[in-house]
């Protein structure tokens, strides 16, 4: 079935670089996504990519695909402590359809 | 803020009480998505609605139902809860070509 795997812990200092790791299993993924969610908050959703992508960059964030491997990453430059929050991988299928999440990374960045 | 409204923001009741939770999509947006967020099962989908229609069902239990009215908005019933139904349950909208969703700031559910 589908599913999605990422770390569930990420400690970085201020002004470093994050990236934070996903796999997931289904292949016929269209759409992979990444979402912010801060304490007490909803989710926020950060940037995707569409599958027949292999990059995309927005500010501080780039998005790397390996479809080859069902490989995912977030790279969060000069992270910030504002930064600290749980990122959330999901996958989607066909468009339109629900998100398959994974259990979410806790970024903590320190001073 | 992403334009998704939900109401309330937290909910307190007792086991055996049934609660509705309420969503308004953004404006523009045909589906509604619901999904729970609980510590143990992580974030769950639940059911979508497309202009009124259901139109994709997850793990939703037979004690929960939702709909989707006219106006778009959509409610989430929830009935002879029990302590295991504390949650946190999300609503997200999606646009007709179906890339992203937006979710709501969630309904907190405590059941006592």
């Known amino acids: ?111 | 803020d992403s334009g998704v409204t939900q109401t309330p923001k937290h909910l307190i009741t007792a086991t055996g009480q049934r609660v509705t939770l309420r969503c308004s999509p953004r404006s523009g947006d045909l589906s509604v998505y619901w999904y729970q967020q609980s510590l143990d099962q992580g974030l769950q989908f639940l059911i979508q609605y497309y202009n009124g229609e259901e139109r994709a069902k997850g793990n939703i239990l037979e004690r929960f139902s939702a709909q989707q009215f006219p106006d778009l908005h959509s409610e989430l019933n929830l009935s002879s809860l029990e302590l295991g139904d504390s949650a946190l349950y999300f609503c997200a909208s999606g646009n007709s070509g179906g890339d992203t969703q937006y979710f709501g700031p969630g309904t907190r559910l405590t059941v006592l």
């Open chain 1, 1 to 111: 079935g589908e599913d999605v795997e990422q770390s569930l812990f990420l400690s970085v200092r201020e002004g470093d670089s994050s990236v934070i790791n996903c796999t997931y299993t289904d292949s016929s993924s269209t759409y992979l996504y990444w979402y912010k969610q801060e304490p007490g908050a909803g989710l926020q959703l950060l940037t995707y990519i569409f599958s027949n992508m292999d990059m995309k960059q927005d500010q501080r964030l780039t998005v790397l695909l390996n479809k080859k491997d069902k490989h995912l990453s977030l790279r969060i430059a000069d992270t910030q402590t504002g930064d600290s929050a749980i990122y959330f991988c999901a996958e989607r299928g066909q468009a339109g359809t629900a998100l398959i999440f994974g259990k979410g990374t806790t970024l903590s960045v320190s001073s």
